[in-house]
Each structure stands twice: as structure tokens, then as C-alpha cells.
Nanobody, 129 residues
Framework: QVRLVESGGGSVQAGGSLRLSCAASGRAVAGYGMGWFRQVPGDGIRSREFVATIHGNGGTTFYSESVKGRFTISRDNSKNSMDLQMNNLRPEDTADYYC???????????????????WGQGTRVTVSS
């Protein structure tokens, strides 16, 4: 069993930056794919939206088109953690952000939430115009 805890969410104006962190405990996540997803608060109909994923060795990343060039995913396997640097934030980035890990894949374009095994509780990001 692994526990994931996100932090770093908050409220910013459009054009601002935030850095989200995800700390894993209970099991080492090194070598396994991890990702960030987001979900608009109160939107229970649509599934969580893929944001970014990173290979278990940290060498390969993949982003959704909506965040490419603005967000950067990274990980520190020595600290069992993962980050998401978000720059040039837009009001449409407002959402609850979730980190996730898969123990079925080492990495790649893991964009389907069903491919992830464990999730954090989420951290809210609010971007005002």
C-alpha cells in the first residue's frame, strides 16, 4: 500500500505560478510511472483530466496539449516524491490536482486514469482573471 499526499495548491492570478508536490510513503515509487491529473470541483460527470506523466527513471515526460510549454513535471526518486511546476497559469487551469502512481508500468504515455493504482487526496488550484 502506498499513500500519496499533494501540497502546494492555492490561489493565484492569471499569469502566476505554483509548484505542486506529491510525497509518497509506505512503498518506494522509484522506477514506476507517476502522473498528475485534474478535475474541476463539482464536476462529477467527467473523468479526471490527464495533465502530465513521468517515467519511473525521470527521463521521459509527456504532457497534455493544454499545459505543454507551461507545466513541468519532475521527480526525485531519492525522496520518493514528484513535483509539478505550473507557470503562466490561466483561469481554465482552476481545478483539484491529483497525483497518482502506477505499479503496472514503468513509464510511457500513461494518460488513462484507469492505469493508475493509487491516488492522493488532491490539492486545489484557483486561478483568477
Amino acid at each position: 500500500q502506498v499513500r500519496l499526499v499533494e501540497s502546494g495548491g492555492g490561489s493565484v492570478q492569471a499569469g502566476g505560478s505554483l509548484r505542486l508536490s506529491c510525497a509518497a510513503s509506505g512503498r518506494a515509487v522509484a522506477g514506476y510511472g507517476m502522473g498528475w491529473f485534474r478535475q474541476v470541483p463539482g464536476d462529477g460527470i467527467r473523468s479526471r483530466e490527464f495533465v502530465a506523466t513521468i517515467h519511473g527513471n525521470g527521463g521521459t515526460t509527456f504532457y497534455s496539449e493544454s499545459v505543454k510549454g507551461r507545466f513541468t513535471i519532475s521527480r526525485d526518486n531519492s525522496k520518493n516524491s514528484m513535483d509539478l511546476q505550473m507557470n503562466n497559469l490561466r483561469p481554465e487551469d482552476t481545478a483539484d490536482y491529483y497525483c497518482a502512481v502506477t505499479f503496472r508500468y514503468f513509464g510511457g504515455r500513461i494518460i488513462d486514469s484507469e492505469d493508475y493504482d493509487f491516488w492522493g487526496q488532491g490539492t486545489r488550484v484557483t486561478v483568477s482573471s
